[in-house]
């Protein structure tokens, strides 16, 4: 079945970095989109950013700009998300999701919960 | 950028209610809206797309419509299994989420 698995959960002190991992499976992961799209604590979804699976091609939102890159890794079938320059602010559940054209994210990951912390 | 209201935030409903959650547009994004469920600790999952497509496997006291700036989710007969907190989502640009719209039990 069409599955996303997400890396574990991160601790990170204010200022550092974090990396999140996506790994899809059962299906062609070229032929999709990867978006990410991260959840404070008791707050809405908020869109990050997008990546093209097929050719790197990406969008991030206008707030993360400079902070944020989504890469992939079409030989193990996963996508990563790495964002910098952690604030407390930036405490969230991040999810991946595969994105097909003109119908939605579908499915999601389990989520990672990164906690920003001194 | 184009911004998603979502009305109400809260809603109040017992079992076999029928439902109606409107979402806006701050400008046109003709059919290209997705609704989402979503509980507690768990990721959101699609329901409807292209406005009033339904997802497979979902029930089918969900209806999406709408198109433009205006857009409905109702559920027809309220389940216990359906009290959760439903968002809309654009995808005509980019991607954006409306706030959320928490169903609760009255």
Do not use: H
């Amino acid at each position: 079945q069409v599955q996303l698995v997400q890396s574990g959960a991160e601790v990170k002190k204010p200022g550092a970095s974090v990396k999140v991992s996506c790994k899809a499976s059962g299906y062609t992961f070229t032929s999709y989109g990867i978006s990410w799209v991260r959840q404070a604590p008791g707050q809405g979804l908020e869109w990050m950013g997008w990546i093209s699976a097929y050719n790197g091609n990406t969008n991030y939102a206008q707030k993360l700009q400079g902070r944020v890159t989504m890469t992939t890794d079409t030989s193990t079938s996963t996508a990563y998300m790495e964002l910098r320059s952690l604030r407390s602010d930036d405490t969230a559940v991040y999810y991946c999701a595969r994105e097909a054209r003109g119908t939605g994210f579908d499915p999601w990951g389990q989520g990672t919960l990164v906690t920003v912390s001194s | 950028d184009i911004q998603m209201t979502q009305s109400p935030s809260t809603l109040s409903a017992s079992v076999g209610d029928r439902v109606t959650i409107t979402c806006r547009a701050s400008q046109s994004i003709s059919s290209w809206l997705a609704w989402y469920q979503q509980k507690p600790g768990k990721a959101p999952k699609l329901l409807i797309y292209k406005a009033s497509s339904l997802e497979s496997g979902v029930p089918s006291r969900f209806s999406g419509s709408g198109s433009g700036t205006e857009f409905t989710l109702t559920i027809s007969s309220l389940q216990p299994d359906d009290f959760a907190t439903y968002y809309c989502q654009q995808y005509n640009t980019l991607w954006t989420f409306g706030q959320g719209t928490k169903v609760e039990i009255k």
